[in-house]
């Protein structure tokens, strides 16, 4: 298991968060580790747009342009 140390945390950072630490019933330490692995199983917009990517262009069978003429002529009535 890694060790991570966080330098310079300003005071009134350090405060809140040993003030929602508290709340939930957790040492700082807890807190903390279960926001980490919040952020971490959260993908960034990167890994998700590389997803995107390696899925490909999937066909609806149907052409975007006729459907809103369709829609817009609905509209017009």
Do not use: C, H
Not at 1 to 21: E, F, H, I, W, Y
Request: aromatic share 2%.
């Amino acid at each position: 298991m890694s060790t991570l140390q966080v330098r310079n945390v300003p005071d009134d950072v350090g405060r809140v968060l040993k003030q929602r630490a508290a709340r939930a019933g957790q040492s700082l330490s807890e807190y903390v580790l279960a926001q980490l692995r919040a952020l971490a199983d959260r993908p960034t917009i990167d890994e998700l747009n590389a997803r995107i990517e390696t899925r490909g262009r999937v066909s609806l069978g149907i052409d975007t342009a006729d459907v809103l003429a369709a829609s817009r002529a609905r509209d017009a009535e």
